[in-house]
């Protein structure tokens, strides 16, 4: 099963406006961490904001926020005032902590795209 | 913050050549490094594993032969890869992570290696 899933492939939103992202996980493990990267064209991977399993608030940081559902599983980014330069691919990706490895399953993304 | 330094950005070789592609931790240490491959408009796969000191270890499917890493030192992991085909044409992607910081540190990704093979 997959862990992470992002069922927008694709998005478009006008310039200044908010936009979702959607992100469903899938874990078993009861302690877990969920991270939002963005990759521009150029490909780098840009650590955008993390949410811990446990944590009773939702994450913010700037004009992204972590719409974070623990019973839905669901952890979905928030971007307000969307600019021209937020344009990228966007990744969730979640770690689990139980299995004690620190690599990231990646969900397939979702490109972004913000219209003038 | 962190950064991670990969090189090279691109890197273009003939079929049957081998390529190296380094990966540093330049203002931290890292005892492990990741490495994902990532196909044209898809995700990244984590490749494997690579552990200073010791072998990498090796996601299911990924051939370790072919794909060699050397994480010979706690700010640098290499991967070779051998024989290259264009069937191995990808973004290759390196990636550690803070060990000293907060349990909830992010990856550091380094800028990837395009690595096309004719």
């Known amino acids: 099963a997959q862990k992470i899933t992002q069922t927008q492939p694709g998005m478009f939103v006008q310039e200044k406006e908010a936009v979702t992202l959607d992100c469903t996980y899938d874990t078993s493990d009861p302690s877990y961490g969920l991270f939002w990267y963005k990759q521009p064209s150029s490909g780098e991977m840009i650590f955008l904001i993390y949410?811990?399993?446990?944590?009773?608030q939702n994450a913010t940081e700037g004009r992204y926020s972590l719409n974070f559902q623990k019973a839905r599983k669901s952890a979905n980014l928030v971007i307000s005032a969307s600019q021209l330069g937020d344009s990228a691919m966007y990744f969730c990706a979640m770690r689990e902590t139980q299995t004690g490895a620190n690599n990231l399953f990646f969900g397939t993304g979702t490109r972004l795209t913000v219209i003038p | 913050g962190a950064v991670v330094s990969q090189h090279p950005s691109r890197v273009i070789c003939k079929s049957g050549t081998s390529v190296k592609i380094e990966c540093r931790s330049l203002?931290?240490?890292?005892?492990?490094m990741f490495w994902y491959r990532q196909f044209p408009k898809k995700s990244l796969m984590l490749m494997a594993t690579s552990n200073e000191g010791s072998k990498a270890t090796y996601e299911q499917g990924v051939e370790k032969d072919k794909f060699l890493i050397n994480h010979a030192s706690l700010t640098l992991s290499t991967l070779t890869v051998t024989s290259a085909h264009p069937e191995d044409s990808s973004f290759y992607i390196c990636s550690a992570r803070d060990m000293t910081g907060v349990y909830n540190s992010p990856l550091h990704f380094g800028n990837g290696t395009r690595l096309t093979v004719t």
């Open positions: 949410q811990g399993s446990y944590d009773q």
């Open positions: 203002d931290f240490q890292a005892t492990t």
